[in-house]
């Protein structure tokens, strides 16, 4: 089957502009309506179509790609208010919450997680590498990465 | 056939009472001792960096962990979005302990070569999959087709490896 016979692969492009609109706009107080537009569809066959191919209705998409975004925010250690704002939410607390509900620590919490595990790596490398990896590579035998208690 | 005696019938219940006590002592046996998992996996590559540029911005893979190691040396892993719990470890081939001079050139020219699948990723939607992903310059070596054991495309990473590409049984 080539790209040409396969059915409907114009629906399928315009699904996908969908999600790439997404994927780009995310900070933007976009809502389904603007999306459903961009992809030419009536709002409600959009919704469906969108949830059939990806799972999720394009309002959960949105919240998904809003929290794996904050989270690399939270990984440079952006304030959360100021990361909140930059993925597109309003308020902390919506933005809290939701967090929370797809990630299931607070945005708070899994900072200083993140914090700490970035900390540890830069002190402790091997610690983060399965020994046949490190030992092969002769990474166990340079001094600058051994450590007490590996 | 002669009866079992009273002393014979107790024997035999007391003898199955104890192979159900076996069977009963095997099944709490914690499996900790056998493998269960697979939690890492290794793919060569000709650059750690395009090779983030490729798994991370144009497959959507999220970064494990990303550890310089040293001069020329770093620790980098990926997981697909939804499987967090399997890293994949994107090896740069140089020379060193695991290569001599020798290996690491002839193992760069099998990988660029396209001479190593390494497995089947899966994904909610092929098509949609497909598209995105061709719009973002991925290499697909078979468009999605239908075969007698799934529907499948392939693709090339950045380096030469192959992957098929399948999608969830809906």
């Known amino acids: 089957m080539t790209e040409k016979s396969y059915p409907k692969v114009y629906l399928y492009r315009r699904i996908v502009r969908a999600k790439l609109y997404i994927d780009v706009n995310y900070a933007e107080n976009i809502d389904l309506d603007n999306i459903a537009d961009e992809a030419f569809f009536s709002k409600f066959h959009f919704i469906r179509l969108f949830k059939k191919t990806y799972a999720k209705t394009p309002h959960q998409y949105l919240t998904f790609v809003r929290v794996e975004r904050s989270k690399l925010l939270l990984q440079e250690n952006m304030p959360v208010a100021e990361v909140c704002h930059a993925v597109g939410f309003d308020s902390v607390s919506s933005f809290t919450g939701l967090f929370k509900r797809i990630a299931g620590i607070t945005p708070s919490a899994y900072q200083q997680e993140q914090q700490r595990i970035k900390r540890e790596i830069k002190a402790a490398p091997l610690k983060f590498i399965p020994n046949c990896f490190a030992e092969s590579n002769g990474w166990t035998k340079n001094s600058n990465f051994k450590e007490v208690g590996i | ?170």
Not at chain 2, 95 to 119: C, H, I, N, P, Y
Not at chain 2, 134 to 148: C, D, L, R, S, W
Request: net charge neutral; charged share 25%.
């Open chain 2, 1 to 170: 056939m002669p009866k079992a005696t009273a002393g014979q019938k107790i024997a035999i219940l007391k003898k199955l009472e104890f192979n159900r006590l076996l069977i009963f002592a095997a099944s709490t046996i914690k499996t900790s001792n056998m493998i269960t998992r697979l939690n890492h996996v290794s793919i060569f590559v000709l650059d750690q960096d395009s090779a983030y540029e490729f798994y991370v911005n144009k497959l959507g893979f999220k970064v494990h962990t990303d550890a310089p190691m040293g001069p020329g040396a770093r620790w980098l892993t990926v997981c697909a979005p939804e499987q967090p719990d399997l890293e994949i470890a994107l090896m740069a081939i140089n020379e060193g302990m695991m290569f001599s001079k020798e290996s690491a050139q002839q193992m760069r020219d099998l990988v660029s070569k396209g001479t190593f699948g390494f497995g089947v990723f899966e994904c909610n939607d092929l098509l949609a999959t497909y598209e995105e992903l061709k719009g973002k310059g991925v290499e697909f070596t078979k468009a999605p087709k239908q075969e007698f054991y799934g529907f499948e495309a392939l693709f090339k990473d950045d380096s030469g490896n192959w992957f098929s590409l399948g999608q969830k049984a809906k």
